[in-house]
């Protein structure tokens, strides 16, 4: 037994050296890094599309879609990237985080051995099964329309599946059960339209028209209602927004993409930074 416990200890030890160690020699947030790997690729990418143009293997249209592709894309990424810790937190060493991830290693390891007897317990369960899980959703939501919350998990669900016309279907019920609107709700459900139809002038441009009416200070929406003006060929209305949408001083990689493609419709491209 007491062979047992020895070797049980170095096992956690081991194991916290590899889980600890890469928090004490993290320079950058891995936020900060992915940012950066994102316009990295957006650089590159867009001056890919540009050398295709000038050899004449892509048309200026189809030109101007990839561009738009591309910049969706990295919004997305921007959204989803959370925010950067400051320069004086980075440089702090994650005490807390240690101790955190001290208790849970060996409560976790204490725990399952005590729980089970066995090194069974320290297996992992299955993963769940998602597609049962979005069974039970729906059968949730066929037995009770208004169960909102069911909704809300399935579309969510639908939406990391692929599913976006699934999605878009069950935010759109959620934002007409809603009694008053909710910015949040109507850009998800003009994101997973826009995803499932790829067109910028049918219900995703009204979804985002209400977005801006509710929250004018909207990146999303205003980037979105720019483009979808530039397709119409209403130049104008586009610089518009974006004009505003600069105004409310977006992350700077967003607002390279923006200046660019601005820049593209008033005839006086910028130079990137970074490039």
């Given at each position: 037994?007491?062979?047992?416990?020895?070797?049980?200890?170095?096992?956690?030890?081991?194991?916290?050296?590899?889980?600890?160690?890469?928090?004490?020699?993290?320079?950058?947030?891995?936020?900060?890094?992915?940012?950066?790997?994102?316009?990295?690729?957006?650089?590159?990418?867009?001056?890919?599309?540009?050398?295709?143009?000038?050899?004449?293997?892509?048309?200026?249209?189809?030109?101007?879609?990839?561009?738009?592709?591309?910049?969706?894309?990295?919004?997305?990424?921007?959204?989803?990237?959370?925010?950067?810790?400051?320069?004086?937190?980075?440089?702090?060493?994650?005490?807390?985080?240690?101790?955190?991830?001290?208790?849970?290693?060996?409560?976790?390891?204490?725990?399952?051995?005590?729980?089970?007897?066995?090194?069974?317990?320290?297996?992992?369960?299955?993963?769940?099964?998602?597609?049962?899980?979005?069974?039970?959703?729906?059968?949730?939501?066929?037995?009770?329309?208004?169960?909102?919350?069911?909704?809300a998990l399935l579309a969510r669900a639908q939406e990391s599946t692929g599913d976006y016309a699934g999605a878009a279907e069950n935010y759109g019920a959620l934002n007409a059960a809603m009694p008053q609107p909710q910015p949040a709700l109507l850009a998800a459900e003009a994101r997973a339209r826009l995803q499932a139809t790829d067109d910028l002038q049918g219900r995703a441009n009204d979804l985002y028209r209400q977005v801006l009416e509710l929250d004018p200070a909207s990146l999303e929406a205003l980037w979105y209602l720019g483009l979808a003006a530039a397709e119409r060929g209403d130049d104008a209305r586009a610089v518009s927004y974006w004009n505003r949408l600069l105004a409310e001083e977006p992350p700077a990689e967003f607002r390279d993409m923006v200046e660019t493609r601005r820049a593209e419709l008033v005839g006086d491209k910028p130079q990137l930074q970074g490039d």
């Open positions: 037994m007491t062979e047992f416990l020895v070797f049980a200890a170095l096992l956690v030890a081991a194991s916290l050296v590899f889980v600890l160690l890469p928090l004490w020699r993290a320079g950058r947030p891995v936020a900060h890094r992915r940012r950066d790997a994102n316009i990295t690729i957006y650089h590159q990418r867009y001056a890919e599309i540009e050398r295709e143009v000038a050899a004449g293997r892509l048309g200026r249209r189809e030109a101007e879609v990839e561009k738009d592709e591309l910049g969706a894309r990295l919004l997305s990424d921007l959204d989803e990237t959370p925010a950067l810790a400051s320069d004086a937190s980075v440089r702090r060493r994650p005490w807390v985080l240690t101790l955190l991830v001290v208790i849970l290693v060996v409560g976790l390891s204490s725990g399952g051995y005590w729980l089970r007897g066995d090194w069974g317990a320290m297996q992992t369960g299955d993963r769940p099964d998602l597609p049962a899980m979005m069974g039970q959703l729906q059968q949730r939501i066929d037995e009770s329309p208004d169960d909102l919350e069911a909704r």
